[in-house]
């Protein structure tokens, strides 16, 4: 069964860039048939989508972010990545990684979540 | 810009059914998913495509989309439903996601 997991620092100063990994294991991250994104919560708070991107590295943001925000990937590694730059405490969250059913447009695998407490 | 409502909660009794609404502008238009999430827990995909159930979810497990509202319906609802429920759809090249509705059961 296809396994995601984050990877990155644990703790993030303010005014830096969050960055994280998504490793993809046991499934290729090469597939037309899905994309991958990262998605966020806040502690106590609800789920809000960062952004997707497609193994050709076609990418889509969300608005709110989209200044601030990278989204890259490697198909050699298997892997896709996430930058956030300028960081704030409001950026406080567990971070998500997701494959995406390009057809249905919905999230069907989910890593297990990297919190990352942003923090002097 | 485009949003998705939900109750913030929503209370069932063991063995009844128990329904949560996602409500937005022409929501039927699109494909609506919905996730549980427990605490401490990632989110799983409990339906997508408005009415399509994982082959690991329950059938007491349903949905529909119509109109402005997605709906989804737990029938005798056991203990274990107990959770937060996000609705989820796509509006253009946007992810949307409901504030998530936390069902209690009691």
């Known amino acids: 069964q296809l396994q995601l997991q984050e990877s990155g620092p644990g703790l993030v100063k303010p005014s830096e860039t969050l960055s994280l990994t998504c490793n993809v294991s046991t499934g290729s991250i090469s597939s037309s048939r899905y994309y991958w994104g990262w998605i966020r919560q806040p502690p106590g708070k609800g789920l809000e989508w960062i952004g997707s991107i497609f193994y050709s590295g076609i990418t889509y943001y969300n608005p709110s972010l989209k200044s601030r925000v990278t989204i890259s990937v490697d198909t050699s590694k298997n892997h896709f990545s996430l930058k956030l730059s300028s960081v704030t405490a409001a950026d406080t969250a567990v971070y998500y990684c997701a494959r995406v059913n390009y057809g249905g447009q919905y999230f069907d695998f989910w890593g297990q979540g990297s919190l990352v407490p942003v923090s002097s | 810009s485009y949003e998705l409502t939900q109750p913030p909660s929503v209370s069932v009794s063991p063995g009844q059914t128990a329904s949560i609404t996602c409500s937005g502008d022409?929501?039927?238009?699109?494909?609506a998913s919905w996730y549980q999430q427990k605490p401490g827990q990632s989110p799983v995909l409990v339906m997508y495509q408005d009415n399509k159930r994982p082959s690991e979810i329950p059938d007491r497990f349903s949905g529909s989309n119509s109109g402005d509202t997605a709906t989804l319906i737990i029938s005798g609802t056991q203990s274990t439903d107990e959770a937060d429920y996000y609705c989820?759809?796509?509006?253009?090249?946007?992810?949307?996601f409901g504030g998530g509705t936390k069902l209690t059961v009691l």
């Open positions: 022409k929501l039927g238009d699109k494909y």
């Open positions: 989820q759809a796509w509006d253009s090249t946007t992810v949307l």
